[in-house]
């Protein structure tokens, strides 16, 4: 047995695409087609019963890939060696990996504390007294919805809406654009705007940002979730009119995919 590789808080998070050599799946005869997505069937539910463990199975909108995962989970030895059998589950010569991104499940370093919110909210803005009872209202409803906030950063539970949107991010480091060349206040406000944007869309976009410094290519991973293409697309134009993206982001590649079960899977990607 490994000794389990867990962070101190967080998960492991891999998105992984492939290409489909349909070439090499027509040699197979209908029965060994037949066993190869029993195998990956197999193997889908048990990834998905690994305890603190998600799997999450699309169909890639374009040809950049044909099928697409995101999986999460605790230990990076369970990580791995799932991402292997995904990688051969249907075949060594059927799946090509395409594209992959690695980062872990992060709380955010601009949340707002409890010392912030009462400085700049309760006593700043409402300008509370600490022996009202609004006070500790608003304070009990701040602590609940940043706890709760917390563990869906570090420890989300995904829905199955039907579109994924996934791109790597990091912060430019250049002249005046230097976003770690700004104190820690003026880089909380300028995300804080940016934040104020995200929560708009709330409950018709999902977003997680998944850290990846020193782990990939860029520091951020941003998966979204969306029940229309609309939306993804709406989000991501008006942030980038904010100071946050427009001055200091650069962006990879955007990866659009649909969230299928495998039946429905396995017959839109023509296996």
Not at 9 to 30: F, K, M, P, R
Not at 115 to 129: G, M
């Amino acid at each position: 047995m490994m000794t389990p590789l867990i962070p101190k808080e967080g998960w492991h998070v891999l998105h992984l695409y492939y290409h489909i050599d349909h070439s090499q799946w027509a040699l197979y005869t209908e029965e060994e087609q037949r066993h190869a997505k029993i195998r990956l069937t197999e193997l889908v539910q048990e990834i998905r019963a690994t305890p603190d463990t998600q799997l999450l199975t699309f169909s890639v909108v374009s040809p950049k890939a044909d099928l697409g995962f995101m999986l999460l989970t605790p230990d990076l030895h369970i990580a791995n060696s799932f991402e292997k059998q995904l990688t051969l589950s249907l075949g060594p010569e059927i799946l090509t990996p395409s594209y992959s991104y690695f980062s872990l499940t992060e709380p955010s370093e601009y949340t707002t504390t409890r010392e912030q919110y009462i400085a700049e909210t309760l006593v700043a803005e409402k300008n509370l007294s600490e022996d009202s009872g609004e006070w500790e209202a608003a304070l009990k409803e701040f602590d609940d919805r940043m706890t709760h906030y917390r563990s869906y950063r570090v420890y989300p539970q995904l829905p199955d809406w039907p579109v994924v949107c996934f791109y790597p991010m990091m912060k430019r480091r250049s002249g005046a654009d230097n976003w770690y060349a700004l104190d820690y206040e003026q880089r909380r406000t300028l995300m804080a705007g940016h934040a104020r944007v995200g929560r708009t869309y709330s409950g018709r976009i999902l977003q997680l940002i998944t850290g990846s410094t020193g782990l990939d290519d860029h520091e951020w991973g941003v998966t979204l979730l969306a029940k229309d293409t609309a939306d993804i697309k709406a989000i991501v134009y008006e942030m980038r009119f904010d100071e946050v993206s427009s001055r200091y982001s650069e962006f990879g590649d955007f990866y659009i995919s649909l969230q299928l079960h495998l039946a429905e899977l396995f017959h839109r990607l023509c296996l």
